[in-house]
């Protein structure tokens, strides 16, 4: 998400360019599919001889990592070839092993290595000197991220929905990015819910799509007695999503949040960390996540703003969920709050641009 808007803003700035996507992990497979990048491919394991035959094939002006992925090797080999490595919406969260005896030792041969950081905040930065960065050479520039979910919701918006969930709005939950720790509650929560609130539904996205994770929440939605439906056997002119609709395919969960009335972020029940609560946050809505959150600077700063709630267990989520379905005020101040952030954090991808061309100019003199 980070990469997108930066990827595109390079196009618009500097025209005719190629750029490669390269990636690691299996959830990024389909949306490279819709990158703005000339190849997108599974990165090599990180060994030099395979990061040397990489570089000599594909000879880029600069390789940019996002937030504190700098992989070494690959690294050092653009180091010799005096090719300019540039890590974007740099984060470095408070609590990161990376800042402790021995990882510190580790991240400063790697992340300390890069020829530039584009920090997302000012203590992102502070952290990032402390690891031995050359503090001229960090520039705060703002999470990339806030631009790309703003763009997507703006288009979401003008486009249409491919499904009409619009009759469900005012008594949905959409949960995004869910782990099976994640899914036991909110499933638990649900049945206490719709106990007091018949009609409220729940939209559930995992994480990962794959066959056996679909099977495995669909069972666990029928042996608690409750009515589930899978995206995939719908249609745009079906009104039944039964009491919980279980979406297995990617690509749909910045769409289905603005559908909803209150949304969930899965990974804060995992040591994985919590996923990005940007999406639901640019849709104006409110957003619950579990306790493992602090490695999360927008979840860190909703949380102040009243826009996020933390959760522990099934309760605490049926009793924040009836508090703002009862409520419509309050939901009105959370969305316009939720917005209020999205706007005030605007413009990183500008900067990070003004970064990346100026690296580039002082490698090219």
Not at 5 to 20: E, F, H, P, S
Request: charged share 20%.
């Amino acid at each position: 998400m980070q990469a997108r808007t930066v990827a595109q803003c390079l196009r618009k700035r500097m025209g005719d360019i190629q750029i490669v996507l390269t990636f690691f992990s299996s959830s990024a497979q389909k949306p490279a599919t819709t990158f703005p990048s000339d190849i997108h491919t599974y990165l090599p394991w990180d060994l030099s001889g395979d990061m040397a035959d990489l570089l000599k094939v594909l000879r880029p002006a600069a390789i940019l990592f996002t937030q504190r992925e700098v992989w070494p090797n690959l690294n050092w080999q653009a180091k010799i070839r005096g090719i300019p490595t540039i890590l974007i919406a740099g984060t470095l969260p408070k609590y990161s092993k990376k800042l402790r005896w021995p990882w510190c030792v580790y991240a400063n041969l790697t992340i300390a290595q890069v020829n530039a950081i584009a920090a997302v905040s000012k203590n992102d930065g502070k952290r990032f000197e402390r690891l031995g960065f050359d503090n001229e050479l960090i520039k705060v520039t703002g999470d990339p991220g806030v631009d790309a979910v703003h763009e997507r919701c703006n288009y979401s918006n003008e486009r249409g929905a491919n499904l009409d969930l619009g009759s469900f709005e005012d008594s949905l939950i959409v949960a995004g990015s869910t782990w099976g720790a994640d899914e036991e509650i909110l499933l638990s929560a649900l049945v206490e819910i719709r106990s007091v609130r018949p009609e409220t539904k729940m939209i559930i996205v995992p994480h990962e799509v794959f066959p056996r994770n679909i099977q495995r929440l669909t069972k666990r939605c029928i042996d608690r007695g409750l009515d589930v439906v899978q995206f995939s056997s719908l249609s745009r002119e079906t009104r039944n999503i039964g009491d919980v609709l279980v979406v297995d395919q990617m690509g749909i969960l910045p769409d289905l949040y603005t559908f909803s009335a209150i949304s969930y972020v899965g990974g804060g029940f995992s040591n994985k960390g919590l996923h990005s609560v940007l999406e639901p946050v640019a849709a104006g809505r409110p957003v619950l996540f579990g306790p493992n959150y602090k490695n999360s600077l927008a979840a860190c700063r909703l949380l102040e703003m009243g826009v996020a709630r933390v959760v522990l267990n099934a309760e605490m989520i049926t009793q924040v969920v009836t508090e703002h379905l009862s409520d419509s005020t309050v939901l009105l101040k959370v969305s316009r709050n939720a917005l209020g952030y999205i706007d005030a954090n605007r413009g990183a991808t500008d900067k990070t641009i003004d970064l990346v061309c100026n690296v580039l100019e002082t490698f090219n003199r």
